[in-house]
Each structure stands twice: as structure tokens, then as C-alpha cells.
């Protein structure tokens, strides 16, 4: 057996903790109200045209349903975060899924649409609430190293694999009933998880101190007009003067955030989370994965529909293989990481992503399923299933625990941006190309922008996620070998 064999079978426990059982639930009710967080969108997604015919919206303000959502929950991530650390973390989990369980039932019930836009706006605030503390309670309920890393690789499962998911279940209940089940299938999962938390979940220390308000808003505000900005590039042009507009003030707001931080004794974001060069590698290398992923969504799907002719429902199947792949990965990702380390299987996941989608940019209007996009999406999967746990445990890795709500808010922020980002610059890569009333031709430019957003992860992450001490370890593990060979 070889050295490291031997020293990763002594850091095995002998035997489970005591409340290794309610630790498990709790990671698993936590888990879920991630899944329906995160798939939010993705439902949606697949009930736009019913929504449209039934409210009456029209074209350019049919995507406020998307856009409202993400604009609050971009926007609030960074607050939600600290509100946990300094509230208590299961306390403001259990108010954001609230807020987000009521206005999931108000929105479904809407009969205009600015009903339904506010109720999709007050839903991503509440998501914002909640989101960052699902990271920080998954840490502190594992019992262990080994279930910690177990929960953050079904974090990055679920996570990854919701937005797939989302389409699946979005088709089937806008095929068998309306789309105002889309929102409703929210509300029983919400109260079955408020009902469930508190028996299961434990709370963290409340950590008392001042309330950094300028970061607050600096940091709210910012990020609201950064992704606004964003979303609007697509229709308004990245040179326009909304869009560069939006841009300005963001940045100055950001900025004045930062110049904040750094003098507030109790700041929003502890500025040295983002001193890490290793954090901050993997931050962008997150953010640059979503957006290719977030690309491929957008435009697979209508390809799914508009040239193979698929329903709602079997398009979601379309994308079973891409959540199967992640799910499986999840399976076996903390064993590869303790082998491989996370910055190998980063460059690994972000190369095999480049291959995918240099394959989907060969897509044509005669191709198959099977021809075309299977091998694709599953490619896609593996790699993400690759990627997200080393990422996150890279970004989490020396937080302290007092910190540890705020350091999720700034991953869960960075993800926000990026796959405003990606879609932004992939449509808009892909409007250049696009032939009226024909889906196929722009395709190709697209896809080989977002083989470029992977091509830019891998590099990252080769120069950023690089650690200093890595010859020494190399020559440290080879010493018994050497002295055994003298």
C-alpha cells in the first residue's frame, strides 16, 4: 500500500458520530431548498409562451419574468450572506424560504403581468435570504471531513444539475396543467422544509457587531445595476448608453464598496477573502464555467424545439443526461479529490467542457438528437460534475466560520454575474450571425464563444489555482522513496 493510501485510510473515522443521523437529514433538507432554488428559473424557462398567451405580455417584456428574479437574487446575495453571519444563519434561512414559499404562491396566482413581475422580484429577494446560508449550515452540520465534502459535492450536484432538472419538471407540469404550476410545486417543498429545518438543522452563533450599511447598499445597489445592465445587452447593444450607463455606476458603486470595507470594522465582505489569489482564481473560473453553461442552455433548448421539433416535456428530456452525468459524478468526486487534487480536476473538467462545445459548433439544421447534442450535453455534465465541488471547496477553504455565510454569498454573487455574463455575450455573438426566421446559422459563432469561455477557465485556473508549496510537497512525498533507493 502506498504512503498516501495508507495515511487516507488513518483519516478514515472508525465509526460515525453520534448524530451522524440527524446530521444527514439535515444536510438533506437543506439540499432540497437549494434544488428548488436553483431550478427556479429553468421551470420558468419552458412556460414563457403560456405565460405570454395567457397574461398578454408582450415581446420585450416577457423576459422581466427570467430577469426580475435573477435581478433581485444577483443583487442581494452579498446581504443575504452577512445577514446570516451576524442573525444567525439558520434564522435567515428560514425568512428567505418563507418569503420566497409565499410569493411562489401570489405569483401563481397572478392576473397581470406586474403582479407576476413583483411576486418574481420579492421571490428572488427571498432566494437571496436563503441561498448563502445553505452553503455555511451544509458545512457546520457534516459531522466530519469526509460528509462535509460529501454535502459540498451534492451541492455542486444539485446545484449544476438544477437548471436541467427545471426543464424536465417545467414541461410536464405546463404540458399536463398550467404554468402556474411552476410556481405552486414551490409551496409544498417550501412549508415540508420550514416545518423540517428547525428539528434538524442547527443554528449557528449569532456574531454580534455593527451593521455595515454603506456596504449594504454600496454592495446591493452595484450588483443590481451590473446585471441590470447585462440583461439588457442582448436587445440594447453593449455599446449603448443604458448599457454603459448601468456599467458606470455599478463599478463606481463597487468601488466605493471596496474603499469601505477596507476601513468598516465590521464590513460586508472581510476584504481578506478576496486577497486569496487561489479564491479569487476560483471565483472567475466559476463564473466563466456558469456562463458557457448558461449559454448552452439558452440555445440548446430552442434547437431542441425549433429544429427537432420537441415539446416542452421531451426537450427536459433532453437534458437528462447532463443531470444524470453531475449526479453520478457526485458519487465519486470527494474520493477523486483527496487523488487528483482540485486543480487537476478543474483543468481536467474545463478541458473536456472546450471539446463539448467545439462539437456543438458543428451543429446543422439536418443533424439529429443523437448526432448532434447527446454527446454534447453529456460531455457537458461530466465536466461539470468535475468542476463545481473542487471549485467550491477552493473558495471555502481557510474561511472562518464566522465568515463562512459571506464567503457563500460572494461564490452564489459571482455565479449571478457570470451567467448574466455568458448569456449576454453569447446572444449577442449569436445575434450578429442570425438569419431571420432561420435558428441554425450564428450557432456556431456562439458555441465557439463559449468554447472560448472554457478555454479562458482552464487558463485561469492553470496560472491562478497554481500553489507555491507544490515542489516542496512533491519532493517531501518522495524522500522515503529516495532514501529507500540510496
Given at each position: 500500500?502506498?504512503?498516501?493510501?495508507?495515511?487516507?485510510?488513518?483519516?478514515?473515522?472508525?465509526?460515525?458520530?453520534?448524530?451522524?443521523?440527524?446530521?444527514?437529514?439535515?444536510?438533506?433538507?437543506?439540499?432540497?431548498?437549494?434544488?428548488?432554488?436553483?431550478?427556479?428559473?429553468?421551470?420558468?424557462?419552458?412556460?414563457?409562451?403560456?405565460?405570454?398567451?395567457?397574461?398578454?405580455?408582450?415581446?420585450?417584456?416577457?423576459?422581466?419574468?427570467?430577469?426580475?428574479?435573477?435581478?433581485?437574487?444577483?443583487?442581494?446575495?452579498?446581504?443575504?450572506?452577512?445577514?446570516?453571519?451576524?442573525?444567525?444563519?439558520?434564522?435567515?434561512?428560514?425568512?428567505?424560504?418563507?418569503?420566497?414559499?409565499?410569493?411562489?404562491?401570489?405569483?401563481?396566482?397572478?392576473?397581470?403581468?406586474?403582479?407576476?413581475?413583483?411576486?418574481?422580484?420579492?421571490?428572488?429577494?427571498?432566494?437571496?435570504?436563503?441561498?448563502?446560508?445553505?452553503?455555511?449550515?451544509?458545512?457546520?452540520?457534516?459531522?466530519?471531513?469526509?460528509?462535509?465534502?460529501?454535502?459540498?459535492?451534492?451541492?455542486?450536484?444539485?446545484?449544476?444539475?438544477?437548471?436541467?432538472?427545471?426543464?424536465?419538471?417545467?414541461?410536464?407540469?405546463?404540458?399536463?396543467?398550467?404554468?402556474?404550476?411552476?410556481?405552486?410545486?414551490?409551496?409544498?417543498?417550501?412549508?415540508?422544509?420550514?416545518?423540517?429545518?428547525?428539528?434538524?438543522?442547527?443554528?449557528?452563533?449569532?456574531?454580534?457587531?455593527?451593521?455595515?450599511?454603506?456596504?449594504?447598499?454600496?454592495?446591493?445597489?452595484?450588483?443590481?445595476?451590473?446585471?441590470?445592465?447585462?440583461?439588457?445587452?442582448?436587445?440594447h447593444g453593449w455599446l449603448s448608453?443604458?448599457?454603459?450607463?448601468?456599467?458606470?455606476?455599478?463599478?463606481?458603486?463597487?468601488?466605493?464598496?471596496?474603499?469601505?470595507?477596507?476601513?468598516?470594522?465590521?464590513?460586508?465582505?472581510?476584504?481578506?477573502?478576496?486577497?486569496?489569489?487561489?479564491?479569487?482564481?476560483?471565483?472567475?473560473?466559476?463564473?466563466?464555467?456558469?456562463?458557457?453553461?448558461?449559454?448552452?442552455?439558452?440555445?440548446?433548448?430552442?434547437?431542441?424545439?425549433?429544429?427537432?421539433?420537441?415539446?416542452?416535456?421531451?426537450?427536459?428530456?433532453?437534458?437528462?443526461?447532463?443531470?444524470?452525468?453531475?449526479?453520478?459524478?457526485?458519487?465519486?468526486?470527494?474520493?477523486?479529490?483527496?487523488?487528483?487534487?482540485?486543480?487537476?480536476?478543474?483543468?481536467?473538467?474545463?478541458?473536456a467542457m472546450v471539446v463539448g462545445?467545439?462539437?456543438?459548433?458543428?451543429?446543422?439544421?439536418?443533424?439529429?438528437?443523437?448526432?448532434?447534442?447527446?454527446?454534447?450535453?453529456?460531455?457537458?455534465?461530466?465536466?461539470?460534475?468535475?468542476?463545481?465541488?473542487?471549485?467550491?471547496?477552493?473558495?471555502?477553504?481557510?474561511?472562518?466560520?464566522?465568515?463562512?455565510?459571506?464567503?457563500?454569498?460572494?461564490?452564489?454573487?459571482?455565479?449571478?454575474?457570470?451567467?448574466?455574463?455568458?448569456?449576454?455575450?453569447?446572444?449577442?455573438?449569436?445575434?450578429?450571425?442570425?438569419?431571420?426566421?432561420?435558428?441554425?446559422?450564428?450557432?456556431?459563432?456562439?458555441?465557439?464563444?463559449?468554447?472560448?469561455?472554457?478555454?479562458?477557465?482552464?487558463?485561469?485556473?492553470?496560472?491562478?489555482?497554481?500553489?507555491?508549496?507544490?515542489?516542496?510537497?512533491?519532493?517531501?512525498?518522495?524522500?522515503?522513496?529516495?532514501?529507500e533507493a540510496a
Amino acid at each position: 500500500m502506498s504512503t498516501r493510501s495508507t495515511q487516507a485510510s488513518r483519516d478514515l473515522p472508525a465509526e460515525l458520530p453520534a448524530d451522524s443521523g440527524r446530521a444527514a437529514t439535515g444536510i438533506a433538507i437543506v439540499l432540497m431548498a437549494q434544488l428548488m432554488l436553483v431550478l427556479d428559473v429553468a421551470v420558468m424557462n419552458v412556460a414563457l409562451p403560456r405565460i405570454d398567451t395567457d397574461l398578454g405580455f408582450g415581446p420585450a417584456s416577457l423576459s422581466w419574468v427570467l430577469n426580475s428574479y435573477t435581478l433581485a437574487f444577483g443583487g442581494l446575495l452579498l446581504l443575504g450572506g452577512r445577514l446570516g453571519d451576524v442573525r444567525g444563519r439558520l434564522r435567515m434561512f428560514e425568512i428567505g424560504l418563507s418569503v420566497f414559499t409565499l410569493f411562489s404562491l401570489l405569483g401563481g396566482l397572478a392576473q397581470t403581468p406586474s403582479q407576476l413581475i413583483i411576486a418574481r422580484a420579492l421571490q428572488g429577494a427571498g432566494a437571496a435570504m436563503a441561498a448563502p446560508s445553505v452553503l455555511a449550515l451544509l458545512t457546520t452540520s457534516a459531522p466530519d471531513e469526509a460528509a462535509r465534502n460529501r454535502a459540498l459535492a451534492l451541492f455542486g450536484a444539485v446545484s449544476s444539475a438544477g437548471a436541467s432538472i427545471g426543464l424536465l419538471l417545467g414541461g410536464v407540469v405546463t404540458d399536463v396543467g398550467s404554468w402556474r404550476w411552476t410556481l405552486w410545486i414551490n409551496v409544498p417543498i417550501g412549508l415540508a422544509v420550514l416545518l423540517l429545518a428547525r428539528r434538524y438543522v442547527t443554528e449557528t452563533p449569532r456574531r454580534p457587531g455593527r451593521f455595515d450599511l454603506v456596504g449594504a447598499v454600496t454592495a446591493t445597489v452595484g450588483a443590481v445595476a451590473i446585471v441590470w445592465s447585462l440583461i439588457g445587452t442582448p436587445e440594447h447593444g453593449w455599446l449603448s448608453v443604458r448599457t454603459i450607463a448601468g456599467f458606470v455606476v455599478g463599478l463606481g458603486l463597487l468601488l466605493v464598496l471596496g474603499r469601505t470595507e477596507v476601513r468598516h470594522p465590521h464590513p460586508l465582505i472581510q476584504p481578506h477573502l478576496v486577497r486569496n489569489r487561489r479564491r479569487v482564481a476560483a471565483l472567475a473560473t466559476m463564473a466563466l464555467v456558469i456562463g458557457a453553461n448558461l449559454s448552452m442552455f439558452f440555445l440548446v433548448v430552442q434547437y431542441d424545439e425549433r429544429v427537432l421539433d420537441l415539446g416542452p416535456f421531451a426537450t427536459g428530456l433532453a437534458f437528462l443526461p447532463f443531470s444524470l452525468a453531475v449526479f453520478g459524478m457526485s458519487r465519486i468526486t470527494p474520493w477523486l479529490i483527496g487523488r487528483m487534487g482540485a486543480r487537476a480536476m478543474i483543468l481536467v473538467g474545463t478541458a473536456a467542457m472546450v471539446v463539448g462545445y467545439l462539437w456543438l459548433s458543428q451543429i446543422s439544421a439536418t443533424d439529429s438528437y443523437f448526432g448532434a447534442v447527446f454527446g454534447p450535453v453529456l460531455i457537458s455534465g461530466l465536466a461539470t460534475g468535475f468542476i463545481f465541488m473542487p471549485i467550491t471547496t477552493t473558495v471555502l477553504s481557510g474561511v472562518e466560520p464566522e465568515h463562512a455565510g459571506s464567503a457563500s454569498g460572494l461564490l452564489q454573487t459571482t455565479q449571478q454575474l457570470g451567467s448574466a455574463v455568458g448569456v449576454a455575450a453569447i446572444v449577442s455573438v449569436y445575434a450578429t450571425g442570425a438569419v431571420p426566421g432561420q435558428l441554425v446559422p450564428g450557432l456556431e459563432a456562439a458555441f465557439l464563444t463559449s468554447a472560448v469561455f472554457s478555454l479562458a477557465a482552464f487558463v485561469v485556473a492553470a496560472t491562478g489555482l497554481r500553489t507555491p508549496r507544490e515542489p516542496e510537497r512533491v519532493t517531501e512525498a518522495l524522500e522515503p522513496e529516495l532514501a529507500e533507493a540510496a
